[in-house]
Nanobody, 123 residues
């Protein structure tokens, strides 16, 4: 059974850090590009970061570039999103997802989504 399970969210003050995890089961993570998306209340789901299955290349939305880092641990079949210098506008539910194709910012190009983990940045 294919599953993606996110964890690591929580409440953090502006300027703080969090590390999100996306644990995969039922498939080998390395065969897929893994994306992180987020959705804030009243807003559309937006792409945050992606790591390619082909060459491990990483991609970031302009809003998080320089602050977030995506990585993959093949032995644990897990992808991480290290988030630093967090801002209130980073508050959202964060989801991981997979695609057999190239990294994309279009949510419609991904299949199988985790349940999401809430990140709240507030003082």
């Amino acid at each position: 059974q294919v599953q993606l399970v996110e964890s690591g969210g929580g409440l953090v003050q502006p300027g703080g850090s969090l590390r999100l995890s996306c644990a995969a089961s039922g498939f080998t993570l390395n065969y897929y590009a893994i994306g992180w998306f987020r959705q804030a209340p009243g807003k559309e789901r937006e792409g945050v970061s992606c790591i390619s299955n082909r060459d491990g290349r990483t991609y970031y939305a302009d809003s998080v570039k320089g602050r977030f880092t995506i990585s993959r641990d093949s032995a644990k079949n897990t992808v991480y999103l290290q988030m630093s210098s967090l801002k209130p506008e980073d508050t959202a539910v964060y989801y991981c997802t997979r695609t057999l194709y190239r990294c994309s910012w279009r949510a419609s190009e991904y299949g199988y989504w985790g349940q999401g983990t809430q990140v709240t940045v507030s003082s």
